[in-house]
């Protein structure tokens, strides 16, 4: 085996108690703000943000909005990652910028922003998967990316339910239909919701809401790279660990 790939065995091994590990007090106390950041947020934000997920979810699986350019092929896995964290680098300030100038508009620019924002990670993903040589054109593909983004940004409980399915992501892609159906939107847009939502609360705050949005999205688009990269990571290297990694 390379060395570079036992070294990518052994973050992996992290990534996963990373993403197995039970709910802390921390993340319980964290999941009782969001719930009653909820109620602060005004019906028609919440119309908009449960639209563009929707909007979001229907154009991976059927549009060509994202298309992206052919998948990578004969390149190791030390060049995929180099690549990879290139990208990442170039997508977190996109997408700190887009937060700032949104954050420093006010109450409609920053609702702007879910949107705006969700456009941006998914174009990411599909790079990404790109990089790692995975053809975006096959629908299973555009499930995977939906997976990762489920797995980046959701509470501890739901993302050690799609942490497992990608564990073993050609069985349970094998065993299950690929449709629209096969995407649960409304726990998907909840989730997802439950996960940003006091951080862009905060970006409505006049004065601060600029700081807030760069911040916000740069951690954001920082946390989706390290799941996408280790997600991809997983399925190139899956000849060579066990289901257990």
């Known amino acids: 085996m390379e060395a570079y790939d036992v070294k990518v065995l052994a973050e992996l091994k992290k990534w996963q108690r990373k993403m197995t590990r039970n709910a ?6 964290a999941k009782n703000i969001q719930n009653r950041t909820n109620r602060l947020i005004p019906d028609k934000g919440h119309e908009i943000i449960t639209a563009a997920i929707k909007n979001m979810v229907g154009a991976v699986l059927t549009g060509s909005e994202f298309t992206t350019r052919e998948p990578l092929k004969n390149i190791d896995l030390k ?12 997508y977190k300030k996109t997408a700190s910028l887009e937060g700032a100038g949104t954050g420093a508009g006010g109450i409609l620019l920053g609702f702007a922003d879910f949107p705006l924002l969700l456009s941006i990670k998914i174009k990411f993903l599909f790079e990404m998967a790109s990089i790692y040589g995975f053809d975006v054109k096959d629908l299973r593909e555009r499930l995977y990316i939906l997976h990762l983004f489920q797995l980046a940004f959701s509470s501890r409980e739901k993302r050690m339910q799609v942490f497992q399915r990608i564990l073993d992501w050609d069985e349970y892609i094998y065993r299950h239909p690929i449709s629209m159906e096969t995407v649960d939107w409304r726990t998907f847009q909840q989730e997802y919701r439950d996960y940003i939502d006091l951080a862009k609360l905060l970006q409505l705050v006049p004065v601060i809401g600029a700081f807030v949005g760069a911040v916000a999205n740069y951690r954001l688009l920082g946390e989706l790279g390290d799941t996408a990269m280790n997600g991809y990571r997983l399925r190139l290297l899956k000849d060579k660990i066990d289901t257990k990694i």
Do not use: P
């Not at 802390?24 to 106390?29: A, C, F, G, K, Y």
């Open 79 to 90: 060049e995929r990652d180099r690549l990879a964290l290139a990208k990442i680098s170039v």
């Open 24 to 29: 802390s007090l921390t993340d319980r106390v």
